[in-house]
C-alpha cells in the first residue's frame, strides 16, 4: 500500500508558493489577509488565507480583488449553488416568521425535513439533527455505544470525521491528533485502502483487507462500531461493490454498527442521494451535513433505524440549534431543488462528460498517475511518474495557483490529488471552460 506522505489536505497554505500567490494580491486584500491573521487564532489549514471574498453566486466565488472563480471545492456545501434563490427566499420567510424554535417545542419545517429524510431509503427512518457534520459523528458514536454496549469502535488511519476530540480520537490525520494529549480510548485504526486504482481492482488484496477488519474485531471482541466514509473525499477513494457488501456482512457477523460518515458526499454529489445507494447495502447509521443547509446553515443529521430508538433516557444531541427551522427551511428547499431539477440525473451526466475529459488528460500527460471519480466527485493523482507513482506535490501546486488565477479553484489533497467538486447546478459549458483552465495549467506545469 502506498505510504500517505506527511502532506496533509491544506497544509499548502505554508509553502513558498502560497507566500508567492500572497504576493501577488493588490495591496488593499493583502492588508484584510494581514487583518485576518492579526485577529483570529491561527491553526493548521486556515491561516494565511488565500484570499478575501466579496460575494458568491451558483458555482462562483467572488473575490475583492476583483476575480469571478468557478469554485470546485466549496468544502461541499455548495450542491445546489451558493445563494441559491430558492434557498435565500424560504430562509428569508422563515427568518421573518420564525427564526429559531427552542429546545422541548418542534416546528413544521424540522418535522417535513425529517419526514422526507427518513422517506429516501428503506430502512433509514429515524432522525437525529445537529448543527455540524461532527456533533452528528459524535451522535452516531453515542448511538453506536448505546445500541451494542461495546465502546470500541474501528475506524481507518487518514480518515477525517469532524474536529471534536472525540471524532478525532476516531480520524487518522496528524494535524489533528499530534501533541494533543490522551484521546478516546477504545479506537482501533485500521490503514486507509489504498489510493491508487489497482488495490480496488484486485480482490485479492480486498480480500486481505477484509480478513485484516474480521482480525480486529475478532481480536478486539467487543467491537460497537465501524465508521468509515462511503466514499473518501478528500482523494477521492471509490471501493467496490464487493468491498462494501464484505464490510457489512462482516459487521453483520460481529454485531458491530456500521456508520457511513457521508457528510461531504451524500445530497446527490455522486448521482445518487446517499452513496452507498451505489453499493447495494444499507448502514446502521448515515451522517450527512454540509449541503443539508444549502450553503447558508449549518445543518448535519444523522439517519438510522428506529430498530434503535433505544436511548430516550439519553442526550445523544443536545444542541441548540438541533431543529433549527431556518436550517430546516434552507434543507427542504435543497431537496425540492434536487428534485425539480433532476440534479441527480444531470450529475450522472454530466459526471460522464468529466470522466471523458479527464479520461482524454491522462492519455496525454504522463504525470497523470490516476483519475478516479464519480458523479461530480472527482480526483487527479500527478505522479513524477507512473512507475514510482510519487506525488508530484511542486507541480499540484502550481496547477492550482495557475487555475486560480484563471478563475477556478479546488482543493489539493494529500500534496498531489487534485479534488474536483463543483456545485451541481454548474453548466456544461461552465465545467467545460473549468476543464480547459485545469487543462492548460496541466501544459505548463506537467508533462
Ligand atoms: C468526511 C467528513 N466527516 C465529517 C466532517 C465534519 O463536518 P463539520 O465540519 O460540519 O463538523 C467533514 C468535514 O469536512 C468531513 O469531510
Redesign the pocket.
Known amino acids: 500500500m502506498n505510504q500517505i506522505m506527511n502532506k496533509a489536505e491544506g497544509d499548502i497554505n505554508c509553502t513558498s508558493a502560497r507566500t508567492e500567490w500572497l504576493e501577488s494580491l493588490p495591496e488593499k486584500t493583502i492588508k484584510k489577509i494581514k487583518e485576518d491573521a492579526d485577529s483570529f487564532l491561527h491553526q493548521a489549514l486556515s491561516t494565511p488565507c488565500m484570499e478575501v471574498l466579496e460575494e458568491c453566486d451558483g458555482p462562483y466565488i467572488m473575490t475583492s480583488s476583483g476575480r469571478k472563480i468557478l469554485d470546485f471545492h466549496g468544502?461541499?456545501i455548495h450542491q445546489v449553488g451558493y445563494r441559491n434563490k430558492q434557498v435565500i427566499d424560504a430562509v428569508i420567510a422563515m427568518l421573518t416568521k420564525l427564526p429559531f424554535s427552542p429546545r422541548r417545542y418542534t416546528n413544521q419545517a424540522a418535522i417535513e425535513l425529517a419526514q422526507r429524510l427518513t422517506t429516501k431509503v428503506p430502512g433509514l427512518n429515524s432522525v437525529l439533527f445537529a448543527p455540524?457534520?461532527?456533533?452528528a459523528?459524535s451522535m452516531a458514536l453515542k448511538l453506536a455505544r448505546i445500541a451494542t454496549g461495546k465502546f470500541k469502535v474501528v475506524s481507518m488511519w487518514g480518515a477525517?470525521?469532524?474536529?471534536g476530540l472525540d471524532?478525532i480520537s476516531v480520524g487518522g490525520e496528524a494535524s489533528f491528533r499530534k501533541n494533543i494529549g490522551p484521546l478516546l480510548s477504545g479506537t482501533e485504526h485500521v490503514p486507509q485502502p489504498d489510493s491508487y486504482r489497482s488495490f480496488w481492482e484486485n480482490d485479492k488484496e480486498q480480500d486481505i483487507y477484509v480478513a485484516y477488519v474480521r482480525q480486529v474485531f475478532e481480536c478486539e471482541g467487543d467491537v460497537g462500531a465501524f465508521i468509515a466514509?462511503t466514499i473518501r473525499?478528500t482523494d477521492v477513494q471509490i471501493p467496490t461493490l464487493n468491498f462494501w457488501q464484505k464490510i457489512r456482512a462482516l459487521c453483520d457477523e460481529f454485531g458491530v454498527v456500521l456508520i457511513l460518515?457521508e457528510?461531504?458526499i451524500a445530497i446527490g454529489r455522486t448521482g445518487r442521494f446517499f452513496a452507498f445507494e451505489h453499493y447495494g447495502i444499507v448502514p446502521d447509521i448515515v451522517t450527512i451535513?454540509?449541503g443539508l443547509g444549502g450553503g447558508v446553515f449549518?445543518m448535519?443529521a444523522l439517519l438510522t433505524n428506529d430498530k434503535f430508538n433505544i436511548a430516550a433516557e439519553h442526550s445523544v444531541g443536545h444542541f441548540t440549534h438541533e431543529k433549527s427551522p431556518l436550517g430546516s427551511a434552507a434543507g427542504l428547499a435543497v431537496l425540492d431543488i434536487i428534485e425539480e431539477q433532476h440534479l441527480l440525473q444531470r450529475t450522472q451526466q454530466l459526471g460522464e462528460l468529466m470522466k471523458k475529459r479527464l479520461l482524454e488528460m491522462k492519455d496525454r500527460f504522463e504525470m497523470i498517475g490516476d483519475v478516479r471519480g464519480i458523479g461530480l466527485l472527482w480526483g487527479i493523482d500527478l505522479v513524477t511518474d507512473r512507475i514510482t507513482k510519487n506525488r508530484a506535490a511542486d507541480e499540484a501546486e502550481k496547477v492550482l495557483y495557475d487555475c486560480i488565477k484563471n478563475g477556478l479553484s479546488f482543493k489539493v489533497s494529500l500534496g498531489n490529488v487534485i479534488n474536483l467538486c463543483p456545485a451541481l447546478i454548474i453548466s456544461e459549458p461552465e465545467l467545460n471552460r473549468a476543464l480547459d483552465i485545469l487543462e492548460n495549467a496541466f501544459r505548463k506545469f506537467i508533462h
Not at 477525517?160 to 474536529?163: E, V
Open positions: 468544502n461541499n455540524g457534520g461532527s456533533e459523528n477525517f470525521h469532524g474536529a471524532t466514509e473525499n460518515d457528510i461531504p451535513g454540509k449549518p448535519a
